[in-house]
């Protein structure tokens, strides 16, 4: 590929960018088609970079609205595997790479790729200690506010990972939360319900991850069931609080 790309072309080069989309997977969970999340990272150059992880994108899978050279593009990608009961996150998964990224949104430009790589190898192996160290888990492709018995609150999937990643990314900048850059179009389960931004900045033992994780953390998430007994207007117009049979 990379004699194709390069061969008789000077590159103009560009910053590099970070874009989020997404492609297809078969959920083995549900049995279902479902649309897994990933990020690419990509720059234009036609020099030989030291970490050997950075791979030569052909220009035809290039987002139509990159702003670099499209015909000497490198890229990595991240995304969490697929492997039931466990989220993490990996650089260059197969069908990451091999895979067109669809919906394709352009995060951020003009950062240092390299050192990007850095930290997230870094908050990769956090957020594997995070999970190893509690009752975080991937059960489901498609992770539940809560259940039949109440709040799910450890509940998460590859796709919360990165919507997750991006709050963590673009917070430590001072900008914006990074999981309003959904990928377009597709139907990406669980980016909603992301990874804590806190489980990605150290690791936390197993009761802290739980305060991380609890109600209050998703205020919005609390069951039907929990909220709509707690206050009640009395027929003298006064108000009356009941306790909830799933508060702890």
């Known amino acids: 590929m990379k004699a194709e790309v390069y061969k008789g072309h ?17 959920s083995d969970e549900q049995n279902v088609w479902i649309d897994h999340a990933k ?12 970490d050997s992880r950075w791979k030569d994108l052909s220009p035809e899978k290039v987002p139509l609205d990159y702003e670099g050279d499209r015909n000497c593009v490198k890229f990595f990608s991240l995304g969490s595997g697929f492997v039931q009961g466990e989220i993490k996150g990996q650089v260059n998964e197969e069908g990451d790479l091999t895979k067109d990224l669809l919906g394709a949104v352009q995060v951020k430009t003009g950062f240092d ?5 850095t930290d997230i190898d870094k908050v990769n192996l956090i957020i594997d200690q995070n999970f190893a160290n509690s009752s975080l888990k991937r059960w489901s492709a498609f992770p539940q506010d ?12 590859g796709n919360g990972y990165i919507s ?8 430590a900048e001072g900008n914006e939360e990074g999981q309003e850059s959904k990928p377009l179009g597709g139907n990406v389960d669980g980016w909603e319900k992301d990874i804590p931004i806190e489980l990605f900045q150290k690791v936390y033992s197993k009761d802290e991850v ?16 929990e909220t709509k007994g707690e206050t ?7 108000e009356t609080q009941q306790l909830s049979s799933l508060d702890p």
């Open 10 to 26: 000077k590159c103009e080069g560009g910053l590099a960018e970070l874009w989020v989309g997404y492609h297809p997977i078969y």
């Open 39 to 50: 990020i690419w990272v990509m720059i234009s150059t036609s020099k030989s970079l030291p």
């Open 113 to 117: 790729p390299s050192k990007l790589l």
């Open 232 to 238: 009640q207007t009395s027929s003298t117009g006064e």
């Open 146 to 157: 809560w259940n039949y018995w109440g709040f799910d609150w450890d509940e998460f999937n």
């Open 210 to 225: 739980r305060k991380v994780t609890d109600n209050d953390h998703f205020p919005d998430w609390r069951p039907e069931e």
């Open 164 to 171: 997750g990643f991006l709050n963590y990314l673009m917070k």
